[in-house]
């Protein structure tokens, strides 16, 4: 099982970057997808979640309006896309995994496949 995600990188405040995360080893259509992110001597947050159809999607209330989480079951790939990006938006951004959920696509628990983490930082 691999999560491999793109590169991040240094935006400015204000801007955009789009996060993708290309998976393999499992089926790609039966799992839901998410995004968490940890900054230095934070916990891991979730960010953004989508289920197996992608009609179905969860954000946090610090990113509600400003991300968009959406993926392409042909390409076996999540994207976050990142608009109106701020300095508390700097982070280890992580894409992750999980077969089954309740409810929510929130619960980091319910995630069992996790991608490696690409630094964003978004400068003032």
């Known amino acids: 099982v691999q999560l491999q995600a793109s590169r991040g990188g240094l935006v400015q405040a204000r801007g955009s970057l789009r996060l993708s995360c290309a998976a393999s080893?499992?089926?790609?259509?039966?799992?839901?997808m998410g995004w968490f992110r940890q900054a230095p001597g934070k916990e891991r947050q979730f960010v953004a979640g989508?289920?197996?159809?992608?009609?179905?999607?969860e954000y946090a209330d610090s990113v509600k309006g400003r991300f968009t989480i959406s993926r392409d079951n042909a390409k076996n790939t999540v994207y976050l896309q990142m608009n109106s990006m701020k300095p508390e938006d700097t982070s280890v951004y992580y894409c992750?995994?999980?077969?089954?959920?309740?409810?929510?696509?929130?619960?980091?628990?319910?995630?069992?496949?996790w991608g490696q983490g690409t630094l964003v930082t978004v400068s003032s």
């Open positions: 080893g499992f089926s790609f259509n039966d799992y839901f």
């Open positions: 992750a995994a999980g077969s089954v959920y309740i409810s929510s696509l929130a619960r980091r628990t319910d995630y069992h496949y």
């Open positions: 989508i289920e197996w159809s992608g009609r179905i999607t």
